[in-house]
């Protein structure tokens, strides 16, 4: 075991990740960090054996991403039978494309010498443009069947194993059908002046990408014929032939589209960027007609509060929580029966939900949140709640019936797993995911304010999607030999294949 710890080295610490430019007599680095994950390449342990002082310095060019892999070592493992050190070239190659693993010399010699790179510039439309700290930021927009968008992603997708926890790359087997549906965001820093006068201003900062499903639309059932059909009876003189139906392309039809990986690197997080770039994938599709509804895939907690913040500024800033109102109903001495969709306009909610193109748990999600905002902090106690829908305070009420709008809807997503549990046991088990809910809103609520006072509007920490789901974890993330991060709210909606990926499971029922 200490020969074997001897020979082991962490792979997160001696992976090292670079943007490289052409500088004044040498290419230099612009930045230099290291990945978040690396158990996809190395394995759940993270770590690789047959090295002493091992470096692996993947770099990029900063531009169009094109990379070189460089790797030393002070000490290698000799063969001893069948152990030996890990062949790293052969373990890194299905993730970066064969001219990555030239020689390093090579690489230097044409970053500084690529007379083409002053000409790049990112595929696709420019679709949104901003300013921060001084430094100008463009995103762009393509399509991944386009030949050049193509190569950048292949590119960048190492990206994905070290930075999504449990993602997975993008297969499309090469298909039209497959490539239509993809939409690939890149986030660029643009320079005003470039380190030399033969490099590129672009300096790449993150991506997206999100795909498009065909939406069925249940409310338009089909419009039977004013007149019944006509039996057609063949004839000799007469010969039938089927028309050819029409090519259809997925990009013209009514779809859902989702958000598949959201990529900021280490370097630029922190400072609005995955804002920025959420804000430019939402305007795109709520601008499009044929996009219904926006939904993502396998979140992180991270991209969650990123989506929440988001999402919450933009329905404060159009004034659809204007338009919000519970409908608390005044004390009675009768003890009247109240409907609980009654407290919301279902009509209008539903209407306020499309127009904004958020899919239907998210959008219940924030108009939850808001609702508890317009209560006062301290008529949010159950202690006050004694006397219930009767109490003389209208705020006490509000809160009331706020506790019964949100337990309705945990309740009917978890309709299955409730009715396992005897009536105590689901009144005790909805109080408990109520209270894990109230808090996450409470703190995304004091995250809000604190931007706002900050100047910094909705800029969160920047986060990644795209995990393949294990369907025992809360957290929708892979299982290995280490423990991964658990996700603080514990839930799962049964319908959230259609509508969301954030997990809602109710916790298992408690013990006596």
Known sequence: MAESDEWSTKANQAVQLSLIQPGAAA?????????????????????????????????????????????????????????????I???????????????????????????????????GKLTSTYTSKGSTFEIWCGELRDPVVERILRRMEIFVSFFIEGGTPIQTDGQDWTTERWKVFLLYEKLSTPPTSTASPYSFIGYATAYRYYLYNRTSPPTPPSTPPQRYLPSAKHTFKLSPSPEISPSSLPCRERISQFIILPPYQHSGHGTHLYRALYTTFVSDHLVREITVEDPSEAFDDLRDYCDFAHLHSNNTFAQIKLLTP????KNKRIRISTLLDQSLLSTLRTRNKIAPRQFARLVEMYLLSQIPSHHRRTERLTR?????????????????????????????????????????????????????????????????????????????????????????????????????????????????????????????
């Open 27 to 87: 290419s230099k680095e612009l930045v230099t960090f290291h990945p978040a994950f690396t158990y996809p390449i190395f394995g759940d342990e993270e770590t690789i054996f047959g090295y002493q002082g091992l470096n692996i310095n993947i770099r990029f060019a900063a531009h169009n991403l094109q990379s070189n892999v460089e790797i030393s070592w002070d000490r290698k493992f000799k063969t001893i039978g069948e152990t030996k050190a890990t062949d």
């Open 89 to 123: 070239k052969e373990t890194l190659k299905p993730y970066l494309p064969e001219t990555a693993f030239e020689k390093s010399s090579n690489f230097d010699t044409h970053i500084q010498s690529d007379i083409l790179a002053q000409d790049f510039k990112p595929p």
């Open 330 to 333: 005044p004390p009675s001495k």
């Open 388 to 512: 219930k829908e009767n109490s003389p305070d209208e705020n006490d009420r509000a809160y009331y019936f706020w506790r019964l709008v949100v337990k309705q809807r945990l309740y009917k997503h978890n309709r299955d797993e409730m009715m396992q549990l005897d009536r105590l046991d689901r009144i005790d088990k909805l109080e408990e995911v109520l209270g894990i809910v109230e808090g996450d809103y409470l703190r995304l609520l004091r995250g809000v304010e604190e931007r706002r006072k900050k100047g910094l509007g909705s800029e969160v920490v920047e986060g990644a999607t795209n995990g393949d789901r294990d369907e025992d974890d809360a957290d929708g993330e892979g299982k290995g030999k280490r423990e991964r991060t658990k996700r603080k709210v514990i839930f799962e909606d049964e319908d959230a294949d259609e509508e969301e990926e954030r997990d809602e499971k109710v916790p298992k029922k408690a013990k006596g």
